[in-house]
């Protein structure tokens, strides 16, 4: 079982920036991959960013140039850097791990951001 808990949301100005943090603890040494995910009200949850093993990430399209995830070496820790936000990116957040010994992901229970324009 993985635990994570997600903070540093809140409501900024579009053109701002925030950093995202998930706390992870419980058996993170069977972490492959985590990511941060987020849904818009009325809209289906979407992916953001995620990162491996390998510290290889992926972006979408939407927020490429503006968002670097990163994480801490023991996936103790993984964070989510968004600049020039826009009100296209409010949402709730969700971080999202995946391990070796489960095939479900695990979920925290998400913060919000909200982009004023």
């Not at 949301?9 to 419980?26: D, I």
């Not at 985590?34 to 399209?61: C, H, L």
């Not at 409010?90 to 909200?114: H, I, R």
Request: positive net charge.
């Amino acid at each position: 079982q993985v635990h994570l808990v997600e903070s540093g949301g809140g409501l900024v100005q579009a053109g701002g920036s925030l950093r995202l943090s998930c706390a992870a603890s419980g058996s993170t040494f069977s972490i492959h991959t985590m990511g941060w995910f987020r849904q818009a009200p009325g809209k289906q949850r979407e992916v953001v960013a995620t990162i491996s093993s390998g510290r290889s990430t992926n972006y979408a399209d939407s927020v490429k140039g503006r968002c670097t995830i990163s994480r801490d070496a023991a996936w103790n820790a993984v964070y989510l850097q968004i600049n020039n936000l826009k009100p296209e990116d409010t949402g709730l957040y969700y971080c999202n791990a995946l391990t070796y010994g489960s095939v479900e992901p695990f979920w925290g229970q998400g913060t919000q951001v909200t982009v004023s324009s």
